[in-house]
């Protein structure tokens, strides 16, 4: 085992449980986006991708915590920060207003 692994595995050790739970996701969602870049960008491949990731996540019952799914993903929702229209064109690499407004 690498000093890098060693390194891993003592900080999560050091999480409670559900973050190491959340931490498990992520490394499963990176491992995904490994075998995306694998497989390559055409359309057939993507659709089995990601018939594959879903089929593995209904499997696994990633979200079987969570008793009242409207709720929480309420609660998701407000944590983040939500950008005007113009900020969000701006983050898609659009340099171009999203309101309706003749200039």
């Not at 990176?30 to 499997?59: F, P, Y």
């Not at 407000?78 to 898609?92: A, G, I, K, M, S």
Request: some cysteine; glycine content about 2%.
């Amino acid at each position: 085992m690498n000093i890098l692994t060693k390194r891993i595995l003592h900080d999560l050790e050091q999480l409670p449980e559900t973050m190491q739970s959340e931490t498990l996701d992520f490394v499963q969602f990176l491992k995904t986006k490994l075998e995306k870049n694998k497989i390559g960008d055409s359309g057939e491949n993507r659709n089995q991708l990601l018939a594959d990731v879903l089929d593995e996540a209904s499997q696994s019952k990633l979200f079987k915590d969570i008793e009242d799914p409207a709720a929480w993903q309420t609660e998701i929702r407000e944590d983040r920060h939500r950008p005007t229209p113009n900020q969000e064109n701006v983050f898609r690499g659009r340099n171009y207003r999203c309101n309706s407004v003749n200039p």
